[in-house]
């Protein structure tokens, strides 16, 4: 698509040579700008990214500004976003009320290694919202809220193994990075899935005491229990597998592993980093009416600021308290995200939670938009979701109970439509999910479908069926 930048005020500095982009040019590259400073970046920056996950959208764009539900990168392209920097801006860009506080906030000292009144204001609001939230303990990133849970799960237990599932991301340390996205080769047998490291470098013996179970899939918790039971300290579930595919727990699930937990003297951890404060402001436990003992926050908690947390029964959290559980961080607790998260939560939950039931509904009109303008075009896709979170699977495969499900996507056509939408102003995350937000609304449903339209339409798309393959992740 030829693409005129009319001023193009970047200046770039390329392999030691400085390019005044402040002339006018014509190419016929949308996205030079955000290419020529990847470029850059990959000169100090390992990999030009902060995150390697990110460099994985058709094009890592290096993003300026946003306002709302629209993002602008330094092209000068506008998209709706749909990334919400990978979930936490559950009220859009630069929300008028935060933006607000942290200028106040940014007039008071930034941090004090101390108590301060925000740190009781926010767990006292976590606590009227969430059904487990007995206490509150705030750490900056989801991961090490994970490793928190886990730890205090093995020292209340007295034992060591976790359950974890097939498909689930809890974080990237060597504790939890396991079976997240394992090949076909690798995964073992339904009925007895394989421990599958993540990474290179991290200790084969982070799989010793972890099990791996089919998701969704009662019976095989149940063998794993009737097998290891007594050495099982806790279960941890995302109530929705949103990291692979968005797909919802079948009707009696988290019932039955509440119901088996509780028998064999485990704890229930729901992982709320996704769901938290996005699918209603009690969390997925609030919804599905299932009490964990303990749970874990982030992403959306502080609307966009670095903060997370965990929280659950009291006489669990309390063994950190009474130093039998170690644990500390030089960032937890600092005002600016309590600020953040003070106004956040408000926001979501006044109103009867109105704002996230409006994000919900949207998210849910547009799955649905989606699903029958791909089925009017002959497009085989199905949708799944909650609404403000929600993926996308393209290929014959229609449903999707768990990680084996997610596997058998058509990752090829994904991949050209996510890169077709984006050269059409829509940005989603690259393994096909959508987050929806508060600022999102019936404008931002028919643009994108719309878009949608016209890539089906397209004669880039026509030309690129019957290549597909099933087996790039
Ligand atoms: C489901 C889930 N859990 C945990 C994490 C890790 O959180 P953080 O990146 O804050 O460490 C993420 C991050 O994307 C996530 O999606």
């Known amino acids: 698509m030829a693409y005129v930048l009319a001023s193009w005020l970047t200046l770039l500095v390329i392999h030691g040579r400085t390019v005044s982009s402040q002339m006018i040019h014509t190419t016929t590259d949308r996205y030079a700008g955000s290419r020529a400073l990847l470029e850059r970046a990959r000169q100090s920056l390992a990999g030009g990214v902060s995150s390697p996950f990110r460099a994985k959208f058709p094009v890592p764009l290096f993003l300026q500004d946003g306002e709302g539900p629209k993002v602008r990168d330094v092209d000068g392209n506008e998209y709706i976003d749909y990334t919400l920097a ?7 860009h630069k929300h008028p009320r935060l933006v607000a506080i942290l200028r106040e906030q940014a007039a008071k000292p930034h941090i004090f290694g101390a108590q301060h009144e925000l740190e009781y204001q926010v767990a006292e609001l976590i606590q009227s919202l969430v059904p487990c939230a007995e206490r509150v303990v705030f750490t900056s990133s989801g991961s090490e809220a994970v490793q928190c849970a886990l730890r205090l799960a093995r020292a209340y237990t007295s034992r060591n193994k976790i359950l974890k599932f097939e498909g689930y991301y809890h974080g990237w340390l060597d504790s939890v990075l396991l079976s997240h996205h ?13 421990v ?25 918790v149940e063998k794993l229990f009737a097998e290891q039971g007594d050495f099982i300290a806790a279960v941890i579930t995302e109530p929705v597998l949103c990291n692979s595919g968005c797909i919802l727990p079948e009707p009696g699930y988290l019932e039955g ?3 088996l937990t509780q028998e064999y003297g485990a704890l229930l951890i729901f992982h709320e980093i996704i769901a938290g404060f996005r699918i209603a402001p009690g969390g997925a436990q609030a919804v599905y009416k299932v009490t964990p003992d303990l ?9 966009g600021l670095t903060l997370s947390a965990f929280a659950g029964r009291r006489e669990i959290l309390e063994q950190m308290a009474e130093g039998r559980v170690a644990f500390g961080g030089t960032f937890n607790g600092n005002s600016f995200s309590l600020a953040a998260a003070l106004a956040t939560l408000d926001e979501i939950s006044r109103d009867g939670g109105r704002l996230l039931q409006h994000a919900n509904h949207t998210g849910r009109r547009l799955m649905q938009a989606l699903a029958e303008t791909a089925a009017e075009a002959g497009v085989p896709l199905s949708v799944t979701g909650f609404g403000a979170a929600f993926s996308l699977h393209f290929g014959p495969n229609q449903i999707h109970r768990d990680y084996r499900d997610y596997l058998l996507d058509d990752r090829e056509s994904l991949r050209r439509f996510l890169h077709a939408m984006l050269d059409r102003g829509i940005y989603s995350l690259p393994d096909g999910r959508f987050y929806v937000s508060a ?21 880039e798309w026509k030309a690129g069926e019957g290549k597909l393959t099933t087996d790039e992740r």
């Open 295 to 303: 749970a874990t926050f982030g992403k959306a908690l502080a609307g």
């Open 196 to 220: 599958v490291l993540g990474s290179q470098g991290q200790t084969p013996n982070s799989a010793d005491n972890v099990l791996v179970a089919r998701w969704n899939d009662l019976e095989c």
């Open 257 to 259: 592993l509440r119901k």
């Open 86 to 92: 990978w979930g936490p801006l559950i009220l859009g």
């Open 439 to 459: 600022a999102h609304g019936e404008a931002e449903v028919a643009e994108t479908v719309q878009a949608a339209r016209s890539v089906f339409h397209s004669q």
């Open 182 to 194: 394992p090949s076909a080769a690798e995964m073992g047998p339904p009925e007895h899935p394989h």
